[in-house]
Every structure is written in structure tokens, then in C-alpha cells.
């Protein structure tokens, strides 16, 4: 689901960018193409590294909460399987009752913390890829480009492309220098492509 609403949210930035993009009519028409992988420029930024490390951190309790829960409950299921036989049926019904009643708590809680975690992260692209729009659009005009297409989409047109087209990196240093956030600290940045859960989703983060 978070994946989806990834490609929703950057399908949005892709239309303001070509929309706004466009030259005057009095103005040589440009003729290069360039790629961006706006997914992975969004988490490279520093604001992007600094926003998705605080939170990793903010849901590190609930991480080993669900953490300690999974483990509980695969103890349980691991005590049926090399003990049933030996439990009287109402010992048994007890604990196959009582696997039911974690299996079902741990995935309410599991749903409840993805839900709130996809939210914030979307709310990070939102914010950051907004204002990436506009850093975007003056590359693209200021270095005679017609058209910059996001490779991170999964219906991109893209199938080869030269890597000197790609201009990712570029828009990653201009909206530091814009932003004016330091870079973090070594060893400090989350790993990105995935959520701070056990078993996640894919958090918006580069795939490629």
C-alpha cells in the first residue's frame, strides 16, 4: 500500500514538473531529455536522510515491541508443535486458544503502527517533494532541457537511458544548498527501502 501511494504522490510532482517546465514561445527550443529517480532524490537530500532517520528513531519502541510479540507468539507455536501431543485436550484447546488471541492482537497492533508509519512518510515526500518541484523546474530550464522524465515510477517510459541524461544527483546538491540542512553524520543515515517494522512494507525510499 505504501508503495502505492509513493507512485501517487510522485506521479503528482512528475505532472507539476511538466506543467511548469515549459520555455516561452520567444525562447530557442531546447531539445535534450534528462531522467530523474525523483523517489531516490527525495530520500538522498540531507532533509530527506535527516527526516527518515528521526523516523526510524520514533519508532524504535514499537519496532521491538511487535519484535518481542512475533517472537512470543513463534515460542507458542513452536511449544504446540513439540508438545501437543502430550497436552490433555483442554491444555491444548488453552494454548491453541491463546496463539489465536496473539496471533490476532499482533496484527491489529502491526496494522495500527504500518498505518501511522506510511502516513509520516508520506507526509515527508509530500513536503520535500514539493518544494523539490520547483528546484527541478529551474535545472531543467537553466540547463536547456525539454523534457526530464522520472525513472522511479513503475509505469516510467523510460527503458535505456544514457547515465549522462540523469540528473539526479544534481537536484540532490541543489536542494542542499537551498535548504541549508547539513549532511548527517557518518554512519548515522537509516538504511532506506524499508519500513522500521518486522515484515514491513517498503517505505518511500529509492528501489533502484
Known sequence: ??????????????????????????APAPT???IINIQQAIAQTNEGQR??????????????????????????KKQLSTQGDKLNDAARADLER??????KSMQRNYEDA???YRGQANEIINRIGQKM???????????G???VLDVSAETSPVVSANPNTNITQPIIEAYNAQSNVPAPAAGSAPKTGKSGLPGGTPAPAPKK
Open 145 to 147: 532541457y525539454a523534457v
Open 98 to 103: 491463546n496463539i489465536a488471541n496473539k496471533t
Open 51 to 76: 527526516d527518515y532517520q528521526t523516523l526510524e528513531k520514533k519508532f524504535e519502541p514499537k519496532r521491538n515491541e511487535l519484535q518481542s510479540s512475533q517472537t512470543e507468539l513463534e515460542n507458542l
Open 133 to 143: 518541484v520547483e528546484i527541478i523546474n529551474k535545472y531543467t530550464m537553466d540547463n
Open 32 to 34: 535534450k531529455i534528462g
Open 1 to 26: 500500500m505504501i508503495r502505492k501511494l509513493v507512485i501517487v504522490t510522485l506521479a503528482v510532482l512528475a505532472l507539476a514538473l511538466a506543467a511548469t517546465a515549459q520555455t516561452s514561445a520567444s
Open 114 to 116: 504500518e498505518t501511522d
